[in-house]
């Protein structure tokens, strides 16, 4: 029709097929609102609201983490093929079927630990966060390394044949357990009856030191960090949110006008942890420091030998069992790797990837950020008020919040849940109580010590009263999946191992 001519716009599209919005890490004061993949009429709205109550209040109302521009590592958001290829994967990808354990092919290898050609050799399969290659897990059947991009066979490229791990990926296309199942259950139970090894090296590793290191971190953390003055801190943070936590960090810095400053040495380390009730024993031969419960408790750290190198230790778990990390200097990982696996090896030592890490966590009732933690969401609602120093007079980022609502009382709690069916679930189930929705699952796995679903959702009183622990109690559970409603027990501790007497040693 002449009088109404055709138009072909240009459309935005982003590396995660998500808008870009928030404070820009590099210019204090410059906020983004863009990059919204053809639904910009859709989200605009909304997003205006909070892009506005971001811009006059420092931060959103509601949870914005999945569309904040901190989501991306400074490293990819400079890096003109990262964003080439993963821009082109989010458009081809419009309208596909989003899968639970999907991974892209898109922008991969661009940022690679000192162990990953080690671990590649020995049938890692790889998930890439934050630019990262971390292990997912293992397959038995040999290396499934990942290729350069090839367009989905557009713009000319000719398509891969025989990829392995695309293979792997497509054979996860499902809603059900994955056909790997048995393989993560064999990682999970290696951890939990003898040792596993964890590659974590992906996490953000931060130095915080200067005069006014103490004071900052009085202020920017919850728990009690004190310290003598002029001494620095070490903070390892989980790599998907090494960026948000840095950009965080430096503005609160900035705007305290603190005589401290943040380096980021998050490259020159890498960080294997190594859990499970053999976990001292194996290790006792590799480093030079009596690890006993005396001389090493939970929860403290030392710089000792490894195999000739000087790592730091310490003694943590994010999986509930015995156990250490060790953060190695990038040259030294492979050799300090190589001592532990081999010492460990007549005891059944195992590589254990982060789908292991995802169901022992879960069992274990151990938080992860943006699924049973989110900006919205309070330590004392996520059941983390013993993080919180309210016992001392420090002050810290939060803390009125937090006192604030201890007295007026908790209005929404989040609760563990365990199916004696075996279905999966994923997160976003709704839950049932005595006949009446009160919430929604935000994380699920199966916990394959307990041999049972796990899942964690927050749930509210309908009347609108507090929800107390005698309220989670009385109540009779539905976890609904897919319309079809389970039968669930709810818990207010742990069901894995509720006294921690794992992790202090204790078997």
Known sequence: DPAHPPLCLAESFTADHKPLMGEAPEVRGFFLGCGFNSAGMMLGGGCGRELAHWIIHGRPEKDMYGYDIRRFHCSLTNNNRWIRERSHESYAKNYSVVFPHDEPLAGRNVRKDPLHEELLRQGCVFQERHGWERPGWFSPRGAAPVLDYDYYGAYGQERHRDYTYNRLLGDEYTFDFPPHHDIIKTECLTCRNALALFDMSYFGKFYLVGPEATKAANWLFTADVSKAPGDGYYLAIGGAVAQHNWSHITTVLQD???????????????????????????????????????????????????????????????????????????????????????????????????????????????????????????????????????????????????????????????????TEEKVPMFGLEAVWRDGEVVGHIRRADFGFTIDKTIAYGYIRDPAGGPVSLDFVRSGSYQLERMGVPYPAQAHTRSPFDPDNQRVKGFY
């Not at 690890?291 to 030392?302: G, I, M, V, W, Y």
């Not at 696996?341 to 254990?352: K, L």
Request: charged share 25%.
């Open 256 to 418: 305290m006008k603190l005589q401290c400053k943040l380096l980021d040495c998050s490259e020159e380390l890498g960080m294997m942890s190594i859990q499970g009730p053999l976990s001292r024993v194996v290790l006792q031969e590799v480093l030079d420091t009596d690890l006993s419960n005396e001389a090493f408790p939970f929860s403290t750290h030392k710089l000792v030998m490894a195999a000739g190198c000087t790592v730091r230790a310490m003694r943590l778990s994010f999986v509930g069992e015995l156990g250490w990390e060790l953060h190695v200097p990038r040259a030294d990982c492979v050799k300090v790797y190589q001592a532990v696996m081999q010492a460990g090896a007549r005891h059944g030592i195992a590589n254990a990837g982060y789908r292991a890490i995802d169901s022992l966590s879960i069992e274990k009732g151990y938080r992860h950020w943006h699924a049973d933690l989110r900006p919205d969401d309070t330590p004392l609602e996520a059941g983390l008020a013993f993080t919180c120093k309210l016992k001392s007079s420090i002050p810290f980022l939060g803390r009125e919040a937090v006192e604030a609502q201890k007295a007026k009382g908790i209005f929404r709690r989040l609760v563990c849940f365990t």
